[in-house]
């Protein structure tokens, strides 16, 4: 991969969590082929599989039902042709016990082009997730 194509890269994806952050959605959803796609984990009160140029928007909406004040903090990214990996920690506090966590997680950006084609988050732990939003299963 040749730098401009991983500073290019790079930039799309920090773009992204700031358009996200702030709800510009239309320029979110440009950003994303018609098939884009997330999975989140089983374990997860947001578990299952989102589909569509609005499945960023249906899974952030879902995702902050269950918590508030709500912070995130990007480390180190790792780029490759058609990936972007981004160590993630996100800060919130739980809207069922008032509990405060820290959550690490990396996210996989998946890419077709120039644009996105999926993410992929991999939690570190989603057990003190679910306990903390009430939705732990026995």
């Known amino acids: 991969?040749?730098?401009?194509?991983?500073?290019?890269?790079?930039?799309?994806?920090?773009?992204?969590?700031?358009?996200?952050?702030?709800?510009?959605?239309?320029?979110?959803?440009?950003?994303?082929?018609?098939?884009?796609?997330?999975?989140?984990?089983?374990?997860?009160?947001?578990?299952?599989?989102?589909?569509?140029?609005?499945a960023l928007q249906e899974l952030y909406t879902k995702v902050f039902a269950y918590w508030e004040d709500a912070s995130l903090e990007t480390g180190d990214i790792t780029i490759s042709e058609d990936h972007a990996i981004v160590l993630v920690t996100i800060h919130a506090t739980s809207r069922h016990s008032g509990e405060r966590l820290a959550m690490p997680l990396c996210e996989v950006f998946h890419l077709r082009g120039d644009k996105f084609c999926g993410i992929t988050p991999y939690y570190f732990d989603t057990v003190p997730i679910a306990r903390a939003t009430g939705t732990l299963k026995a």
């Not at 959803?29 to 589909?51: C, S, V």
């Open 1 to 54: 991969m040749n730098s401009e194509r991983y500073v290019a890269i790079k930039a799309q994806v920090e773009n992204l969590y700031v358009l996200t952050g702030q709800g510009h959605w239309d320029e979110v959803e440009a950003q994303m082929t018609d098939d884009f796609r997330i999975i989140e984990a089983d374990g997860l009160p947001y578990a299952g599989e989102y589909k569509g140029k609005g």
